[in-house]
């Protein structure tokens, strides 16, 4: 199930950054912002895959990289690469919370 999930989130930042997409499963796009906000949708948020619509995913790896870039000097101290991620993880869960309350209503 996170495979495919993952499939789906190096599709979109392939193709928002096509320069990436030599180097796009090793690039912390893909490592730290795209596995940040499939582990924030699927294990902390508890969504079934069905629910997660690309324009959800797109949403979140937008902000998420601009997150990234934001807490770029703190993450790049972090060793584990597993702890880069919970760095985003809290605001990723925000903007998924108000994303879905958004097009709930």
Same mark, same amino acid.
């Given at each position: +199930? @996170?495979? !495919?999930?993952?499939? %789906?989130? @190096?599709? !979109? !930042?392939?193709?928002?950054?096509?320069?990436? %997409?030599? +180097? @796009?499963?090793?690039?912390?796009?893909?490592? !730290?912002v795209g596995m940040g906000v499939v582990k924030c949708l699927i294990e902390d948020m508890h969504m079934p895959q069905e629910k997660i619509t690309d324009a959800l995913l797109e949403e979140m790896i937008d902000k998420g990289i601009a997150l990234y870039h934001e807490n770029e000097e703190e993450i790049k101290k972090i060793p584990v690469l597993e702890h880069k991620r919970r760095v985003l993880c809290d605001h990723l869960r925000q903007i998924a919370t108000e994303y879905i309350q958004a097009t709930a209503s």
């Amino acid at each position: +199930m @996170i495979n !495919i999930l993952n499939a %789906r989130v @190096i599709k !979109i !930042i392939g193709t928002k950054f096509p320069h990436l %997409r030599n +180097m @796009i499963r090793n690039h912390p796009y893909s490592k !730290i912002v795209g596995m940040g906000v499939v582990k924030c949708l699927i294990e902390d948020m508890h969504m079934p895959q069905e629910k997660i619509t690309d324009a959800l995913l797109e949403e979140m790896i937008d902000k998420g990289i601009a997150l990234y870039h934001e807490n770029e000097e703190e993450i790049k101290k972090i060793p584990v690469l597993e702890h880069k991620r919970r760095v985003l993880c809290d605001h990723l869960r925000q903007i998924a919370t108000e994303y879905i309350q958004a097009t709930a209503s």
